[in-house]
């Protein structure tokens, strides 16, 4: 007599991965950091005549979600030149000491030898790949790190991290892991639904390590009032300046390119760029102003001069000459000058002020939703700049947005994955 044989219902949930036990190098969250990090140990360890131990763990059901959606698909992977100028958060010292061990030219070498090229986009010098594909810069960091012998678990989200003797404990939602090493590459809080949900914080602190105040969201638009009449300007794009002020008046940080409005306030890269030192900056100084300046090429002093040798014509015709019709009559509105006909003097000076320093009552930003990036993490000054080691849990690494850097727009940020990666991985590794 034949039995029928056992099946699961239909309905059964699947079993979650299983993960080993034990492993040289763990590396938490394998996005663009983490992937580089894991590559770099896993070359390391090849480097020293050992075989590869290294273990990827990511929650995610799918990795390399930030990658793909980042220059909006086409993933803009570097800028032609970096330096420390190029982000905020900790030193400059300790930023150039990292970027310095993983040049803009060691990132196109890398990815070259993976068969992916490059190309400079001219008016902002951001290196995007010749298939203007993020698929292709995801796909090759898979590539490389299965050629480094790293193994990827997903979904598998680190939910406790704990010293072990010599060795870190793990528990994941794919079971308990102990490494010899961990790489915590898990993010800010920037784009949560890719995995970057402030986590990563969480296990820092779990070891001793603190976070800076305050956390919040860099490269995000800003949010003016409902009734801004900059909301109705919906879809015009132009180059314009923004001034940060504290309340005593003294310029804390400058932007300035291409600026956005929008249906809730102002975007654009030069919009994103300020955003993260008019959040910061207001927590410390909530009086600190912030100031556009819609005609940036043109002195304060040359705007009033036109406008007085147009006396005649009146305002609005000097105005649309460099700017929109709808922008210039919002203006004269908002700065009480009639758009023709005379301009009495105290009027021109009101519309001189809005052209060039209009103060934004910026009431929100979008959000870590919609941000790109964010401000705050791990500070560096608690981690070892020549390995990213931990100065206060041995054994333990960072590398990408967890730690207090952030750069502006640009693929800068991907720059500091990359060396920042480099540098832990390499370290892990040995």
């Known amino acids: 007599m034949t039995l029928p044989r056992e099946t699961a219902p239909e309905s059964a949930p699947l079993e979650p991965p299983r993960i080993p036990t034990q492993t040289d190098v763990a590396v938490i969250g394998v996005g663009a950091a983490g992937l580089f990090a894991a590559t770099w140990a896993g070359r390391a360890q090849a480097t020293a005549g050992r075989t590869a131990a290294v273990v990827g763990l990511d929650g995610a059901r799918k990795l390399g979600a930030k990658i793909l959606v980042s220059g909006g698909g086409r993933c803009n992977v570097t800028h032609w030149?970096?330096?420390?100028?190029d982000f905020a958060g900790s030193t400059p010292p300790a930023i150039?000491?990292?970027?310095?061990?993983?040049?803009?030219?060691?990132?196109i070498a890398f990815f070259a030898s993976s068969g992916v090229a490059f190309y400079r986009e001219a008016d902002t010098g951001k290196l995007f790949p010749e298939s203007d594909s993020a698929r292709s810069i995801l796909d090759a960091l898979l590539r490389e790190a299965g050629a480094a012998g790293v193994a990827l678990h997903h979904p598998a989200k680190?939910?406790?991290?704990e010293r072990d003797g010599e060795a870190l404990r793990l528990d994941t939602t794919a079971g308990p892991l102990s490494a010899r090493k961990v790489i915590l590459c898990t993010?800010?809080?920037?784009?949560?639904?890719?995995?970057?949900?402030?986590?990563g914080f969480a296990l820092a602190t779990m070891l001793g390590h603190s976070i800076t105040a305050p956390v919040v969201p860099a490269l995000v638009p800003l949010v003016l009032p409902a009734d801004h009449f900059i909301r109705a300007l919906t879809g015009l794009a132009l180059p314009?300046?923004?001034?940060?002020?504290?309340?005593?008046?003294?310029?804390?940080?400058?932007?300035?390119?291409?600026?956005?409005?929008?249906?809730?306030?102002?975007?654009?890269?030069a919009t994103l760029d300020i955003s993260r030192h008019w959040l910061v900056s207001r927590t410390a100084d909530p009086a600190a102003r912030l100031l556009l300046d819609w005609l940036p090429d043109t002195p304060a002093d040359r705007v009033e001069q036109l406008l007085l040798e147009s006396a005649a014509k009146g305002a609005l015709p000097v105005l649309r000459q460099q700017l929109t019709e709808r922008l210039a009559r919002q203006l004269c509105t908002a700065a009480a000058a009639p758009p023709t006909g005379d301009l009495p003097r105290e009027a021109r000076r009101r519309l001189v002020a809005a052209v060039k320093g209009m103060e934004l009552p910026v009431v929100d930003d979008r959000g870590f939703t919609i941000a790109e990036a964010t401000a705050g993490g791990v500070p560096l000054s608690e981690v070892r700049l020549d390995t990213m080691e931990s100065r206060i849990c041995p054994g333990l690494h960072f590398a990408g947005e967890i730690l207090d850097v952030d750069g502006r727009i640009g693929g800068f940020n991907f720059q500091w994955a990359w060396a920042s990666g480099f540098v832990a991985g390499t370290a892990a590794g040995r």
């Open 240 to 269: 314009c300046r923004f001034t940060l002020l504290s309340s005593k008046g003294k310029p804390v940080a400058t932007s300035a390119g291409s600026t956005l409005c929008t249906h809730t306030g102002l975007s654009g890269p």
């Open 81 to 85: 030149r970096v330096d420390e100028r």
């Open 187 to 199: 993010g800010g809080k920037s784009l949560p639904k890719s995995g970057s949900d402030g986590s």
């Open 96 to 107: 150039r000491k990292v970027l310095g061990r993983f040049t803009v030219e060691q990132t």
């Open 158 to 161: 680190v939910t406790l991290i």
